[in-house]
């Protein structure tokens, strides 16, 4: 079960930061990550990160702006969200993948399991 909270309303260029608990099988996932979907449009992949390690990845909507970290003693990861502007607003998912799935996917459909979403809302 992934446990996604942490959004809400914020003018442009404020922060937010986000948070997801894995529990259950997804505890063992290889890695976490976050995506977005907007009213009337795909989902959209935000960052990914390992449980074991390594560089996080980025979408390029959110690179120099957004910070994915993890806790892996808490079974959490985060999304920090820096300088947001109204085109960030979204419901922010986040997902897991096991393992064996690619590397960095940037494709929901390599992930196995998904929270419930979160509202950020951006306001001008």
């Known amino acids: 079960q992934l446990q996604a909270s942490g959004g809400g309303l914020v003018q442009a260029g404020g922060s937010l930061r986000l948070s997801c608990a894995a529990s259950g099988r997804t505890s063992s996932s290889s890695d976490m990550g976050w995506f977005r979907q907007a009213r009337g449009k795909e989902r959209e992949f935000i960052a990914t990160i390992r449980w074991s390690g390594g560089t996080p990845y980025y979408g390029d909507s959110v690179k120099g702006r957004f910070t994915i970290s993890r806790d892996n003693a808490k079974n959490t990861v985060y999304l920090q969200m820096d300088s947001l502007t109204p085109e960030d607003t979204a419901v922010y998912y986040c997902?897991?993948?096991?393992?064996?799935?690619?590397?960095?996917?940037?494709?929901?459909?390599?992930?196995?399991?998904w929270g419930q979403g979160t509202q950020v809302t951006v306001s001008s």
């Open positions: 997902a897991a993948k096991k393992w064996g799935r690619p590397n960095y996917s940037t494709l929901p459909t390599d992930y196995d399991y």
